[in-house]
């Protein structure tokens, strides 16, 4: 769990990893402390995938404080509204008029997802998100376009990527 000046920033998987301990969120909560969601650096998190760590941290949560423990909405709102707050950020954390315009979509029209529409509110949360968003929109602007990046090529930036990964491990 990292501390900021205006709240915690909430780690679970990190914490999880580490065996640092379970954070102590709903006595938090009812504290009136603000809570963000956030993924550790790679040393401590190697993942780093936001929509996991909020699964990952509503399981964790229901399986150590049972009915204290925050609802898959509420590990929503922790994740926007929360880390907005303990950012700092008036701008963030909610889809509303004036506020940044960054946001994804997922199609819940498949197989995996049967039944999942009826909590939007919670889906993240319960039944998970495991594979590349559908949509990303940051500043206004399309990036992730039906589950692909539209300003670079996938195909090579991987195998640039691959490459650095080899050569390092060579040396």
Not at 8 to 34: F, Q, T, W, Y
Request: some cysteine; proline content about 3%.
């Amino acid at each position: 769990m990292a501390r900021t000046q205006t709240g915690v920033a909430h780690c679970p998987i990190s914490n999880m990893k580490l065996s640092s301990g379970i954070a102590s969120i709903p006595e938090m909560l009812d504290l009136n402390v603000p809570v963000g969601l956030a993924v550790d650096g790679s040393a401590s998190n190697d993942g780093s995938n936001l929509l996991e760590e909020m699964r990952v941290g509503y399981l964790l949560h229901r399986l150590n404080d049972s009915r204290k423990a925050p609802t898959g909405y509420d590990m929503l709102k922790i994740a926007t509204k929360g880390s907005a707050k303990v950012l700092g950020r008036e701008d963030l954390g909610e889809i509303s008029v004036g506020k940044a315009a960054d946001f994804f979509l997922v199609n819940f029209n498949r197989i995996d997802m049967v039944g999942a529409q009826f909590d939007p509110m919670s889906v993240l949360c319960t039944v998970g998100w495991k594979g590349s968003v559908d949509y990303t929109v940051v500043n206004g602007h399309i990036v992730v376009k039906e589950g692909r990046l539209v300003r670079m090529d996938e195909e090579n930036l991987v195998e640039k990527a691959n490459e650095v990964v080899t050569d390092y491990l060579n040396h």
